[in-house]
C-alpha cells in the first residue's frame, strides 16, 4: 500500500501560465513553494505573475500566513524537488520530455512523495512509462487559470496505485479545489473534449452563415453558459423536466435530443473560417488587450465563486492549507 508524506512544501516544475497560477494558488493557500524553469527570465516573471494574481487569488480563499515571500525559484530541477511533498508538473505538451522529465523527478524527489503532471491531454500511463515508482504519479490536470478555476482532473496511469489517486484527490479538495476523478484515460481527459465538442458547433455554425462570431459568444455565455455556472447539464435536465424531474425529461424530451444528434455536422476549418473568427474576435475584444480581459473574466469568476459559496456549502473552498493533505 503506497504511504504519502503530509504536504507542507509544493514544487512547481515549468512556470509559464499554468505553472504560474498554480504557484499563485498554492502561495495563497499557505504552501511553502519551490519552483524551476530554464527558461531565462523565469524567474521574474513568475514573481511578476504572482505579484499580479495576488489579490484574485487571496479574494477566493487565502489561508492563515500565506506569503508570496513564500515563494523560491532555482534553475536546478533536482534541487527544486529535492524537499517536496507534492509535485505540481507544467512542462510542454511533449510526449518524449515528459517522459523523460518524469523518470528524473522520480529520482530526484522524496521516494513518499506524490507527482502530479498538469498535462492537458497526454495520458499518464504514456508519462510514467520510465519511472521506477510509477504508482505515486497522476495527472492532476486543471482548468485555466487554476489560481481562479477549481476544477482539476485527476487520472492514473496503468502504473497508479489507486491511494495516489485517493490522496490526490483529497489534498487538492482540501486546498479548495474541485477534483473530479476520471476512471478511464482519455486523450483531452474530459473538460477539454466538452469544450471541443461545443466549439465545433460552435464554429459550425459560424461558417454555416448562421451567426457572427460576437452573437456565438453571446449564445453561450448569456444562455447555457449562465446555468453551467450554478449547475451541470444533467442536473439542469431534471429541473427542466418539471415535477417529473429528469425521469419525465428522459422519457419525452430526451428522444427528441437524442434524434437530432444526426443532423450535427463538423465544420471545414478553411483559412477563410479561420481569418471570420480571427476578425470577429478581434472585433469583439473592442481595443481591450488579453491582459485586461483576463482581469475582467478572473474578477467575474471570483464574484462567482463568492456567489457559489453563499448558495451552495459544497462550493466552499475547504481548506487551508499547509496542514492539511495525504
Known sequence: ??????????????????GASWATHYLVRGFDV????????????????????WDTAAAIGLAPGASPDRLGFTPDLRQAVAEADFVQENAPERPELKVKLFADLDEATPPDAIIASSSSG???????????????TAIGHPFN???????VEVVGGTGTSPETVRDTMTFYAAIGKRPIHLK?????HVANRIQVALYREVVYLI??????????????SWGPGLRWGVMGPSLLWHLGGGEGGIQHFMDTLMPRMA?????LRAPEFTPELRDTIVSGVLKEADGHSVDELAARRDAMLAALLAVRARHDPAATASGPGAEEGP
Open 259 to 263: 434524434a437530432s444528434w444526426d443532423q
Open 122 to 136: 497526454i495520458t499518464m500511463s504514456a508519462i510514467q512509462a520510465g519511472c521506477r515508482h510509477p504508482e505515486r
Open 34 to 53: 519551490t519552483a524551476t524553469d530554464p527558461a531565462p527570465g523565469a524567474e521574474a516573471a513568475l514573481r511578476s505573475y504572482v505579484a499580479g494574481a
Open 184 to 188: 478511464k484515460e482519455l486523450p483531452g
Open 207 to 220: 461558417q454555416e452563415g448562421v451567426l457572427d462570431v460576437a452573437d456565438a459568444d453571446d449564445a453561450v
Open 1 to 18: 500500500m503506497t504511504s504519502h508524506r503530509p504536504v507542507h512544501r509544493v514544487a512547481i516544475v515549468g512556470t509559464g501560465t499554468i
Open 145 to 151: 487559470p487554476p489560481h481562479v478555476i477549481p476544477l
